[in-house]
């Protein structure tokens, strides 16, 4: 037990004299992976891109000075 309390303390040693851990160590949360998961694979099914998002198979013409139009939804392709 000893061990482990001074493996502790000399992590938090560590962290407060960087800021920050290391980097590579730190995993998100499992309910933040699982939430960007489930966004992830909803917005890139068939139901996602084309109700939720606007989808437009073969696009027409660039055109980067579109008028904004508030509770207008995001674009299913990029």
Do not use: C, N
Request: net charge negative.
């Amino acid at each position: 037990m000893r061990t482990l309390d001074a493996e502790a303390k000399a992590r938090t040693a560590e962290v407060t004299e960087t800021g920050t851990p290391e980097e590579g160590e730190a995993m998100p949360h499992y309910f933040t992976m699982l939430k960007q998961l489930a966004i992830f694979g909803f917005f890139t099914s068939k139901v996602g891109a084309t109700e939720a998002l606007q989808y437009v198979a073969v696009p027409g013409r660039y055109d980067g000075d579109l008028a904004y139009v508030a509770g207008t939804p995001a674009w299913g392709t990029s």
